[in-house]
Every structure is written in structure tokens, then in C-alpha cells.
């Protein structure tokens, strides 16, 4: 597979924006997409972004795309504890798979 | 809204025992995808599936196979449980050129 990084934590005060970065290898990659994980429970597609996009805006959630430097970034504004959560940016490749990154454990402070 | 529903949420097998994880979803899918998740080392391919009968082996397969008899349902087998594949596993599934994958609620599996 390809190789997709984030960084593993991150952590923000309540009402602060968060910024969640991901770098990614595969420049044909279709989509990227951002999922949630709250505890104990599976992944949830939050939000995803068509590769010949730069910029996809979602509520409180900002996606941007550098398709020249293969990196991706989720902003959330005004950040709750209820985000709190861990994230995994992911890419297509191959047509059909999906890479993860590692993840990025969130933790919003009150 | 698709479901993808994973047999257990909570397993504990001992060690040497044969372990069954099902995985069902419900929106005729053809790809079904088995992960195991590990703190700091993310979701990792175990196999994967993209069609009935039709299996293809991940990043980690060794200790593992998987059985996919109809299109619902992805098995994943665990010939002799070993310490070292207590984890947290995942499942998804996927249509061809779709958006994303779903997730199953997972399982946490702990061999004892």
C-alpha cells in the first residue's frame, strides 16, 4: 500500500480550532477522506475531499488539499469536548483500497 | 443508511483456540475488508475480499484467514489464537468507485 502520516496527538482548548494535518503518497489517489473514531466504537466517515478540489468547507469542519505537496489538513472550529475523538486521514489507491494513516488523537481540554 | 454489523463487540478466547470474527452488511457491497487496529500503529489490512469466494491477503495476514461464502458476510478466521493478536478488528466494506468505506462497530478480541 501507500504510505499515509499524521501526527498522533493533538491536544486544544474548547472554543479553540483544531488543526489535524496528514501527508499522503499516492498522487492519483481520487479522494481523501477524513473518519472519527470516538471510543470504543469503529470508524465513521466525517468528511472527504475530490482530489482536483483544494478546499471543501463542512459546518465547522475545513478541509484543505495541497495536491502539489500531497497534504491534507482538517480544521474544526470552535473545537468541543465532544470532538474529541481520535482521527485517521486515508486515500484511495489501486482504484479500490484505502490507506489510513495512524491517527490523531484529539483531546479538547474545557 | 448502509450497516455493517460485527458479530461481538467483546471477546475472550485462550490462547491455541480457534476464533470466528463475522461480519455482515446490507448494502450489497462487493469489497469487505478486514483491519486490525493497534495503538500508534493505526489500521493495518488483515485481507480483503472483492468478490464471493474471492480473497486477497494484506499488509499482515500470517495467523489469519478469512472465508467469504456470500456476498453479506466476511469471516475472519483465527486458526490457533495467540497473545499477540489481542487487538481491537475492524471491518468495512466498500462498493467499487464508491465513496469511502463503512465501518463495523468492531471488536475488541483479547487471548488470554
Known amino acids: 500500500g501507500e504510505d499515509v502520516e499524521q501526527s498522533l496527538f493533538l491536544s486544544v482548548r474548547e472554543g479553540d480550532s483544531s488543526v489535524i494535518n496528514c501527508t499522503y503518497t499516492d498522487s492519483s489517489s481520487t479522494y481523501l477522506y477524513w473518519y472519527k473514531q470516538e471510543p470504543g466504537a469503529g470508524l465513521q466517515l466525517l468528511t472527504y475531499?475530490?482530489?482536483?478540489?483544494d478546499m471543501k468547507q463542512d459546518q465547522r469542519l475545513t478541509v484543505l488539499l495541497n495536491k502539489k505537496d500531497k497534504h491534507l489538513s482538517l480544521r474544526i472550529a470552535d473545537t468541543q469536548t465532544g470532538d474529541s475523538a481520535i482521527y485517521f486521514c486515508?486515500?484511495?489507491?489501486?482504484?479500490?483500497?484505502?490507506?489510513f494513516g495512524g491517527g490523531t488523537r484529539l483531546m479538547v481540554k474545557p | 443508511d448502509v450497516k455493517v454489523t460485527q458479530s461481538s463487540r467483546y471477546l475472550v478466547k485462550r490462547t491455541g483456540e480457534k476464533v470466528f470474527l463475522e461480519c455482515v452488511q446490507d448494502?450489497?457491497?462487493?469489497?469487505m475488508f478486514w483491519y486490525r487496529q493497534d495503538p500508534g500503529l493505526g489500521l493495518r489490512l488483515i485481507y480483503f475480499?472483492?468478490?464471493?469466494?474471492?480473497?486477497e491477503k494484506g499488509d499482515i495476514p500470517e495467523g489469519y484467514s478469512v472465508s467469504r461464502e456470500k456476498k453479506e458476510r466476511f469471516s475472519l478466521i483465527l486458526e490457533s489464537a495467540s497473545t499477540n493478536q489481542t487487538s481491537m478488528y475492524l471491518c468495512?466494506?466498500?462498493?467499487?468507485?464508491?465513496?469511502?468505506?463503512?465501518f463495523g462497530q468492531g471488536t475488541r478480541l483479547t487471548v488470554v
Open positions: 486515508a486515500e484511495t489507491w489501486a482504484g479500490n483500497m484505502l490507506t
Open positions: 475531499i475530490f482530489s482536483n478540489m
Open positions: 468495512a466494506s466498500r462498493l467499487t468507485g464508491g465513496l469511502g468505506a463503512f
Open positions: 448494502m450489497d457491497h462487493e469489497n
Open positions: 475480499s472483492y468478490d464471493v469466494k474471492m480473497k
